[in-house]
């Protein structure tokens, strides 16, 4: 072996144990044995996003959760007409869990702000480990379920009672 080799071992077993500690440190993976995370993290893929690259935009179904490793970027809702600013998700945020799971249309566009690294990883990977990890279908159901709670109640504890279109909107935790 040459030190190149080596190197390019040491690389990938790096990059590796960074995956599984950003795993480790996200939600939607809270509680997984460290076998399955280990899978996770040897499937997932690192792409780098020119700043003004869109990750996914409204409408695709691309089936990839996002894992921001470093960067910044902008979530989007609108058409081609017109396009709003959301918010901005920074080094740390996890986005499009729920596309793990099933097939799911973006609502949304995120794009690259600024130079952003991901790590990705597909619906089909995700599936395909999930089969060795089947006892683990309940945990993801209940995290899934604990975050639509919180987010409902963090919209409640900023709920204005007297707008008549806001109350309309509230009740997602009894889907």
């Known amino acids: 072996m040459n ?48 700043e003004g690259e869109y990750l996914f935009s409204t409408g695709d179904d ?11 970027t902008r979530l989007y809702f609108g058409n081609d007409d017109q396009e709003y600013a959301v918010r901005d998700y920074d080094e740390g945020a996890f986005l499009g869990g729920l596309s793990l799971i099933g097939q799911m249309r973006r609502l949304f566009s995120l794009q690259a702000v600024t130079e952003t690294t991901c790590l990705i990883l597909t619906r089909e990977k995700f599936t395909r480990a999930m089969e060795q990890f089947q006892d683990q ?33 509230v009740g997602v935790s009894i889907i």
């Not at 077993?13 to 480790?24: A, D, G, I, K, M």
């Not at 639509?148 to 909107?169: M, N, P, S, V």
Request: aromatic share 16%; charged share 30%; glycine share 6%.
């Open 3 to 50: 030190s190149s080799e080596g190197k390019t071992d040491t690389g990938l077993s790096c990059e590796f144990q960074e995956n599984l500690n950003l795993l480790r440190e996200t939600y939607f993976f809270t509680g997984f044995p460290l076998e399955a995370l280990k899978v996770f993290a040897y499937l997932c893929k690192r792409e780098v996003f020119k």
């Open 137 to 169: 279908v309940p945990r993801i159901f209940k995290t899934l379920i604990d975050r639509i709670l919180q987010w409902e109640e963090r919209f409640l504890a900023d709920f204005d009672t007297g707008c008549e279109a806001c109350r309309k909107k």
């Open 62 to 72: 691309d089936g990839q959760a996002f894992f921001v490793i470093s960067g910044k």
